[in-house]
């Protein structure tokens, strides 16, 4: 992978006013002002940090190359040569069950990447940047006043800056600008949860067709672990657990990790022989929601909304899924068209967003596993399953997505019966 310099906006030329401000340039910042600028809307992104910058979420679903094709930003993105990800492996002591994103039963892309985020942010904001979107890095967000010009104060080395627009779209991800600012945050529907991950060498990959999959590991004491493999012979390696599961373990952050590692024989066969790129990372508290999706002059999307939780990796996913539905939604509102954002926007987001809720909450309440698991599944439910982790949350033939909770309590309910 040959390193990529960001191409920033020359900061003296920050403008006064655009059509559309955008907050943040991760995937959904700069999918959805790629989609904008296309559409003829003058926009800019102001990006706190420095890029390349680090985030957590390397594994892509595949509805994600619908989306990044959308916006005009696919190609770039095959040229960096990622790892091609054709499904995932969920693991449980010796049980294994093999989701193959060939094997679906919505139409649609059977293969994505293993993306190190850094890297693969700074491809999508160069992408946009060459296509004409100015990106304003170390230009922080610090204040916003709504309405129907809405305008934001933007802190930077040239001190604080006006910038006014038509329409604001929070892409702030963790950041949470507009819901901290605008007293928009909710609590999560999802307990709190803790991760702990760092990059790695020396993973013993399976060789063969299992090698792209990300593996969801079931540790033995109740945390789960992932296991994304890179191109450049990396691999993320995290564990999501109640912060309670990390209490177990005395020491330094890297002798916790190995101790719960060890736990694993699954994990421990793989990496045993392990080096840390970094000393490992927490993060904990991350699931969120919020109580609006939109108001006057602004839409939230990605993580700036509702984030639920690692386990079926579908931050990206809806993160530019909400990206270019809100870009689509402000284009017409921006031409005069009467837009319904409840129906249009959060409706819409909501349908997938609960979806991908049954499935997680239906893993931690040990009903998903007993389905991923089972002895009697047959190839139209291994498909419907396949077809949500894969990131086709929206296609209501699938009754999965249809009544996502029900489905899930029943189909565990019948397997169970069935596995005796
Ligand atoms: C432990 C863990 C593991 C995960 N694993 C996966 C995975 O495997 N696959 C997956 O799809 N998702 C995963 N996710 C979710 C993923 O991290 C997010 O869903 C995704 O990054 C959201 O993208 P985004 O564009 O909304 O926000 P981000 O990628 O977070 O980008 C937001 C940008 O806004 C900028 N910003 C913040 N505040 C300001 C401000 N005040 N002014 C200007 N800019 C600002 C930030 O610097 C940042 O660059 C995981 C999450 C967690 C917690």
């Given at each position: 992978m040959t390193p990529q310099s960001p191409l920033a906006a020359d900061p003296r030329n920050f403008p006064a006013r655009v059509d559309v401000a955008v907050i943040g340039a991760g995937p959904a910042g700069t999918s959805a002002a790629a989609l904008l600028h296309a559409r003829g809307w003058s926009t800019a992104i102001v990006e706190a940090e420095a890029f390349p910058r680090f985030v957590i979420g390397e594994s892509l679903l595949a509805r994600c190359m619908d989306l990044l094709?959308?916006?005009?930003?696919?190609?770039?993105?095959?040229?960096?040569?990622?790892?091609?990800?054709?499904?995932?492996?969920?693991?449980?002591?010796?049980?294994?069950?093999?989701?193959?994103?060939?094997?679906?039963?919505?139409?649609?892309?059977?293969?994505t990447w293993q993306v190190p985020r850094a890297d693969f942010d700074l491809t999508l904001a160069n992408e946009a940047s060459r296509q004409g979107v100015p990106i304003y890095y170390q230009h922080r967000v610090t204040a916003v006043t709504p309405g129907a010009e809405p305008t934001l104060t933007v802190e930077s080395k040239a001190g604080n800056q006006t910038l006014r627009a038509r329409h604001v779209i929070d892409a702030s991800g963790y950041g949470r600008v507009l819901p901290r600012l605008l007293g928009l945050d909710r609590p999560s529907s999802l307990i709190e949860r803790k991760s702990v991950f760092a990059h790695v060498r020396g993973d013993i990959r399976p060789q063969g067709t299992l090698e792209n999959r990300i593996w969801i590991v079931?540790?033995?004491?109740?945390?789960?672990?992932?296991?994304?493999?890179?191109?450049?012979?990396v691999t993320s390696v995290g564990f999501v657990a109640e912060p309670s599961f990390f209490d177990h373990f005395t020491g330094t952050d890297e002798e916790i990790f190995r101790a719960a590692m060890a736990e694993d024989p699954n994990t421990r066969a793989r990496l045993a022989d392990m080096e840390f790129c970094f000393p490992p990372r927490t993060l904990r508290g991350y699931s969120a929601a919020v109580s609006a999706m939109h108001g006057p002059g602004y839409t939230l999307v990605g993580n700036a909304t509702e984030f639920l939780d690692p386990v079926f990796s579908s931050g990206v996913t809806l993160a530019l899924e909400s990206a270019n539905r809100a870009a689509g939604l402000t284009d017409r509102a921006l031409?005069?068209?009467?837009?319904?954002?409840?129906?249009?926007?959060?409706?819409?987001?909501?349908?997938?967003v609960e979806t991908f809720r049954a499935f997680v909450l239906g893993w931690y309440s040990g009903e998903f596993p007993k389905i991923l698991f089972s002895a009697s599944q047959n190839d139209l439910l291994r498909r419907q399953v396949t077809s949500v982790l894969a990131g086709y949350v929206w296609d209501e033939s699938n009754p999965f997505v249809r009544q996502p909770a029900r489905r899930v309590r029943q189909v565990a309910r019948i397997v169970k019966h069935l596995d005796g």
């Open positions: 094709d959308e916006a005009g930003l696919l190609e770039a993105v095959k040229a960096r040569n990622y790892l091609v990800k054709r499904g995932a492996l969920f693991v449980r002591g010796n049980e294994r069950a093999d989701i193959d994103f060939a094997e679906q039963f919505t139409p649609g892309w059977t293969w079931m540790h033995p004491r109740g945390a789960w672990i992932w296991l994304i493999p890179f191109s450049n012979g031409r005069g068209e009467p837009v319904d954002w409840d129906a249009e926007y959060t409706a819409y987001m909501m349908r997938g």
